[in-house]
T-cell receptor
Framework: ETGVTQSPTHLIKTRGQQVTLRCSSQ?????VSWYQQALGQGPQFIFQ???????GRGNFPPRFSGLQFPNYSSELNVNALELDDSALYLC?????????????FGPGTRLTVL | TQLLKQSPQFLSIQEGENLTVYCNSS?????LQWYRQEPGEGPVLLVT?????EVKKLKRLTFQFGDARKDSSLHITAAQTGDTGLYLC????????????FGSGTQLTVLP
């Protein structure tokens, strides 16, 4: 069974650019959540996708957007990058939405904005 | 504003010592989880506690959920170098089953 994978591993962008991060969920999982983890901090919830629909969002501006595809893989898009967007972006998948379902995390994408 | 506050932020101890990490909030959580994260990896779930006052043991790790479901603790007995890592508490605030809220983490270093 393949776990959650994310690509790319590392990424360097400049202010104002746009970035797309990708996540493949674990087999059998239909729910994907995205988190931002700044250095020395715990992850912060960005949003969750369930069956291709966004069904929960944290305190992040609209320039953070996402997609979920029919195979349940997902993308996180960030427009107009700012220096503070530099962080580790984590994707987690679960069998279904709801707190009873364990989330399995990928290794993350390290984004650096210069 | 950090909904879940963890203390201490950093902890460095010798192998064989005991330690306790705390996770506190003014909000009530329907469930609370503890994760461990190593460099270059995502967090890995250690335990989920659901009932106020619940105590769970996982080998040398003991997890407790406060009676009011606002706080939790993680106690490690006879720490080993392999316990080194970032320990994160996380929970679902009552009424919010989709947004997992994380604490700021406790970086534990166990020295040989």
């Amino acid at each position: 069974e393949t776990g959650v994978t994310q690509s790319p591993t590392h990424l360097i962008k400049t202010r104002g650019q746009q970035v797309t991060l990708r996540c493949s969920s674990q087999s059998g999982h239909n729910t994907v959540s995205w988190y931002q983890q700044a250095l020395g901090q715990g992850p912060q919830f960005i949003f969750q996708y369930y069956r291709e629909e966004e069904n929960g969002r944290g305190n992040f501006p609209p320039r953070f957007s996402g997609l979920q595809f029919p195979n349940y893989s997902s993308e996180l898009n960030v427009n107009a990058l700012e220096l503070d967007d530099s962080a580790l972006y984590l994707c987690a998948s679960s069998q279904a939405q709801g707190s009873v379902n364990e989330q399995f995390f990928g290794p993350g994408t390290r984004l650096t904005v210069l | 504003t950090q909904l879940l506050k963890q203390s201490p932020q950093f902890l460095s101890i010798q192998e064989g010592e005991n330690l306790t990490v705390y996770c506190n909030s003014s909000s009530v959580f329907s469930s609370l989880q503890w994760y461990r994260q190593e460099p270059g990896e995502g967090p890995v779930l250690l335990v989920t506690v659901v009932t106020g006052g619940e105590v769970k043991k996982l080998k040398r790790l003991t997890f407790q959920f406060g009676d009011a479901r606002k706080d939790s603790s993680l106690h490690i007995t006879a720490a080993q170098t392999g316990d080194t890592g970032l320990y994160l508490c996380a929970g679902y605030i009552s009424g919010s089953a989709r947004q997992l809220t994380f604490g700021s983490g406790t970086q534990l270093t166990v020295l040989p």
